[in-house]
């Protein structure tokens, strides 16, 4: 399935160069570098500045990781959507899941780089469990996690799950007085997750593909600047998927 499915400029906008590296995770003179190779179709302004299209991108970036994707795991069961799913959905659950499969992140080894940012998720928060995690048809993983011994979940214990369903932060102040989380086991089992805030974390084309989210066993409230940072870390998260997805589509080119 191709990024590329914009049809008009409003939906397909021109991007500057420095647009363009950050779209992909690299630095602005690799970006200059594919320019001048032709790798990446571009046009000069009157002014003598590059500019490309959006589609044009995210295509470059779909070909440098599609030779990275495994496709044992492309073909796997949780990358499919379930027919009958007992949690909550986004309106494009098969395009997400393609997302996620996309990364060529799940069940990696831990990385500093996300470990860093869970690390300051939590200080940030002042909570003692922080994650990054990813969501399949059926499971919840967690490609850094602080403060739990757990490495995933079943998808129908995600808090995540309902996160993704929306734009901003996700703030669950005491799960034990919400309806949709009172008979959670995570709520009710040894892990006694009480307060919740998870922020999406999306792909290029837009899908989210997991969280950044903070936990207590106790209830609490996040002020603005909290709230701000953690905003600021999930844009650092992203920016790191999409670093690894064009460096892992490298070293398979």
């Given at each position: 399935?191709?990024?590329?499915?914009?049809?008009?400029?409003?939906?397909?906008?021109?991007?500057?160069?420095?647009?363009?590296?950050?779209?992909?995770g690299i630095s602005v003179s690799t970006a200059q570098k594919w320019i001048e190779s032709g790798a990446l179709v571009s046009?000069?302004?009157?002014?003598?500045?590059?500019?490309?299209?959006?589609?044009?991108?995210?295509?470059?970036?779909?070909?440098?990781?599609?030779?990275?994707?495994?496709?044992?795991?492309?073909?796997?069961?949780?990358?499919?959507?379930?027919?009958?799913?007992?949690y909550p959905v986004p309106d494009d659950e098969a395009g997400r899941l393609r997302a996620v499969g996309r990364t060529g992140?799940?069940?990696?080894?831990?990385?500093?780089?996300?470990?860093?940012?869970?690390?300051?998720?939590?200080?940030?928060?002042?909570?003692?469990?922080?994650?990054?995690?990813?969501?399949?048809?059926?499971?919840?993983?967690?490609?850094?996690?602080?403060?739990?011994?757990?490495?995933?979940?079943?998808?129908?214990?995600?808090?995540?799950?309902?996160?993704?369903?929306?734009?901003?932060?996700?703030?669950?102040?005491?799960?034990?007085?919400?309806?949709?989380?009172?008979?959670?086991?995570?709520?009710?089992?040894?892990?006694?997750?009480?307060?919740?805030?998870?922020?999406?974390?999306?792909?290029?084309?837009?899908?989210?593909?997991?969280?950044?989210?903070?936990?207590?066993?106790?209830?609490?409230?996040?002020?603005?600047?909290?709230?701000?940072?953690?905003?600021?870390?999930?844009?650092?998260?992203?920016?790191?998927?999409?670093?690894?997805?064009?460096?892992?589509?490298?070293?398979?080119?």
């Amino acid at each position: 399935m191709s990024y590329q499915n914009a049809t008009t400029p409003t939906d397909d906008p021109t991007l500057t160069t420095r647009d363009a590296a950050r779209l992909l995770g690299i630095s602005v003179s690799t970006a200059q570098k594919w320019i001048e190779s032709g790798a990446l179709v571009s046009w000069k302004t009157p002014g003598g500045h590059r500019r490309m299209r959006q589609s044009a991108v995210l295509a470059l970036l779909e070909e440098r990781t599609a030779l990275a994707a495994d496709p044992l795991q492309a073909m796997s069961p949780e990358l499919r959507p379930e027919r009958m799913p007992s949690y909550p959905v986004p309106d494009d659950e098969a395009g997400r899941l393609r997302a996620v499969g996309r990364t060529g992140l799940l069940d990696t080894p831990a990385e500093p780089a996300f470990d860093r940012i869970t690390w300051l998720a939590g200080l940030i928060a002042g909570t003692p469990v922080s994650l990054i995690t990813l969501l399949t048809s059926q499971r919840q993983w967690f490609k850094s996690h602080r403060g739990t011994g757990l490495s995933q979940t079943p998808r129908e214990w995600a808090f995540c799950g309902h996160a993704i369903l929306g734009d901003d932060i996700m703030t669950v102040e005491d799960a034990r007085n919400d309806e949709r989380f009172r008979n959670n086991p995570l709520v009710t089992g040894h892990e006694h997750l009480v307060f919740y805030a998870g922020c999406p974390l999306r792909s290029p084309d837009g899908h989210a593909l997991g969280t950044l989210c903070v936990i207590d066993n106790a209830p609490r409230r996040l002020d603005e600047t909290q709230k701000e940072g953690l905003r600021a870390l999930a844009d650092i998260a992203e920016d790191e998927i999409r670093l690894y997805m064009t460096e892992r589509g490298r070293r398979w080119a």
